[in-house]
């Protein structure tokens, strides 16, 4: 994960606080969760698989394709979201050869052993590599289908500053012409889009407009949106809608979101504490049954992360997203179903 900087537009905090709308009840629903690797004190990949087992965690995303992880996951039936990563992007784009040695490699030893259910083609791809993911994709799609595979999605995870508008939700655009290309490759092949939607950074960035509270999922605060006539109760659905907003606008207004990255650090700067991200890790567990205000129903959803990763680099939030310390025990009670 590259965190950087993940703003909603500098509108969207001037309604954050309006208060007019009773809240929306949730429900709870089991969702994933982001096993990242970058710890020097983690447990074994078999042991990971077993914890998430034995907490009811029925999502994975790897960054990689790790093969001792990949191994453990067999016959798990645990949903895997699967990264190329993004060292293997040019290769990936520039040969369909290669894509298919890399299905060879990387998918077909361990499938439907391993429930791979998308490949992520590039996380949080940024500058001139962006014109790489709509061809990587294609070339992943092809290898995917020869192989046998057509039933493994590829799509490209993306920060959420690839919306320009983010209020209200409603006045959603991409900010990149790119994006709409690869929204309408997505509705041409049933694959979602994957979205990194972080209320954190909204939040830390500008705390004197946006409540913590509407962060992270507690009552009190609601916000209407005049240009779709829904009511918000919380930060994470807006972000959301406003993706769903630039889909319309981009003529794929049928592609589906996943949340691939969502999460809160319980230490290493403002805002991250433990009871702020038990409030909003549990608070998104509980939400995510019901959707949100523009696409009511179950959205899939992947915290980040699993384990606080001490080999992270970046501001120091980065190593404390956790929801487990390398030795397993929990950074704070969380429950799951």
Not at 69 to 90: K, P
Not at 100 to 117: F, G, L
Not at 206 to 227: E, H, K, M, W
Not at 232 to 254: Q, S
Request: charged residues 15%; hydrophobic residues 40%.
């Amino acid at each position: 994960m590259v965190k950087q900087q993940q703003v909603a537009s500098s509108m969207l905090a001037a309604a954050l606080l309006v208060a007019t709308f009773a809240s929306i009840p949730t429900s709870v629903h089991s969702i994933g969760v982001c096993y990242g690797m970058l710890g020097n004190n983690l447990p074994s990949s078999s042991d990971v698989v077993q914890l998430y087992r034995s907490k009811g965690i029925n999502g994975m995303r790897i960054y990689s394709p790790n093969a001792n992880a990949l191994n453990a996951l067999r016959n798990s039936g645990i949903v895997l979201m699967l990264d190329t990563g993004n060292d293997e992007f040019s290769r990936l784009a520039g040969s369909a050869s290669y894509a298919a040695s890399w299905v060879q490699s990387n998918v077909k030893p361990y499938y439907p052993a391993v429930n791979i259910k998308y490949i992520a083609v590039g996380n949080e791809v940024q500058g001139s590599a962006t014109q790489s993911i709509l061809p990587a994709m294609r070339n992943l799609d092809g290898a995917l289908s020869r192989a046998g595979l057509s039933g493994i999605k590829c799509s490209t995870s993306v920060r959420f500053d690839v919306i320009a508008n983010s209020y209200p939700p409603s006045a959603g655009s991409f900010a990149q012409g790119y994006m709409a290309d690869v929204a309408r490759y997505l509705a041409g092949t049933g694959a979602p889009l994957l979205a990194n939607v972080y209320p954190y950074f909204a939040y830390r960035d500008n705390p004197r407009d946006i409540s913590l509270g509407y962060a992270t999922f507690q009552p009190g605060t609601t916000v209407r949106d005049n240009g779709n006539g829904l009511t918000y109760t919380n930060l994470f659905d807006a972000m959301v809608d406003a993706i769903v907003a630039a889909l319309e606008k981009a003529g794929a207004g049928g592609v589906r979101i996943v949340v691939s990255e969502s999460g809160w650090p319980s230490a290493g700067g403002f805002g991250a504490s433990v009871d702020n991200a038990r409030n909003y890790n549990q608070g998104l567990i509980d939400h995510v049954g019901r959707g949100t205000p523009k696409r009511p129903g179950t959205l899939e959803t992947f915290i980040f992360a699993m384990f606080n990763e001490n080999q992270k680099d970046g501001d120091p939030t980065e190593k404390n997203f956790g929801l487990f310390y390398g030795n397993k025990q929990p950074v704070y009670p969380i429950r799951f179903n």
